[in-house]
Every structure is written in structure tokens, then in C-alpha cells.
């Protein structure tokens, strides 16, 4: 059974910075891809970096590029987003998602099969 698991969400000012964590556990296909998400209320999730594994290849959001990165351990078990510079607009629930190599788009929400349960993450002004 694969599950993926986060933390490090939390509260911080504008210009502070929050490292996310998400382990994975039970997935044994050697070639992936890992994503965060975030959905902040009212509106539809959005992709904001994607990594995939074995390259290290990383995507981003144009509105997170420059102030997060996104990594994994080199166990491969275990995926971050360590975010800096945060804006009250990065306020959101954040998901760590599991797809395929391979897809039509790096941020396709369809397109991954395993998601986190979502830790939140809010920026005051």
C-alpha cells in the first residue's frame, strides 16, 4: 500500500521560510516523478515543483521560482519543499503527490496516482 505522509507545515511572517517534508512509503517502481501541490480555499489546486527521480530534474511555478526548491533525500524515501521568501499569497494547503515518468504536462493534477493528506501552510502580512 503506498502512502505518502507530510509535515512541516506551520504559521510564519512574510519573508520567513518553512522546509515541508513527505515521506514516502510502499512504492518500489524505480522511476517517478514527485510534485508539490497546493490549494489555497476557493480556488483549484496548483502545481508548484515537481522533481523527478534518478536526474534530479526539477520543474517550478513561475510565482515560486527563485524562493523554492524542491529536493529529495538519497534514499530517494523522502521528498522536500523548502520555501523562502514566503508571501502571504503562498498561504495554501500543500500536497505532496506520486506520478508516472512520463506525462503530458509536469504539473498535470490528473496525472498523479498517490497523494498526501495535506499539511497548511499560512503566510501573515
Known amino acids: 500500500q503506498v502512502r505518502l505522509v507530510e509535515s512541516g507545515g506551520g504559521s510564519v511572517q512574510a519573508g520567513g521560510s518553512l522546509r515541508l517534508s513527505c515521506s514516502v512509503f510502499?512504492?518500489?517502481?524505480?522511476?517517478?516523478?514527485m510534485a508539490w501541490f497546493r490549494q489555497a480555499p476557493g480556488k483549484e489546486r496548483e502545481g508548484v515543483a515537481v522533481?523527478?527521480?534518478?536526474?534530479?530534474?526539477?520543474y517550478y511555478a513561475d510565482s515560486v521560482k527563485g524562493r523554492f526548491t524542491i529536493s529529495q533525500d538519497n534514499a530517494e524515501t523522502t521528498l522536500y519543499l523548502q520555501m523562502n521568501s514566503l508571501k502571504p499569497e503562498d498561504t495554501a494547503m500543500y500536497y505532496c503527490?506520486?506520478?508516472?515518468?512520463?506525462?503530458?504536462?509536469?504539473?498535470?493534477?490528473?496525472?498523479?496516482?498517490?497523494w498526501g493528506q495535506g499539511t497548511q501552510v499560512t503566510v501573515s502580512s
Open positions: 522533481i523527478w527521480t534518478g536526474t534530479g530534474t526539477t
Open positions: 503527490a506520486l506520478g508516472p515518468w512520463a506525462g503530458s504536462r509536469a504539473m498535470n493534477v490528473h496525472e498523479y496516482n498517490y
Open positions: 510502499g512504492y518500489t517502481h524505480p522511476s517517478y516523478r
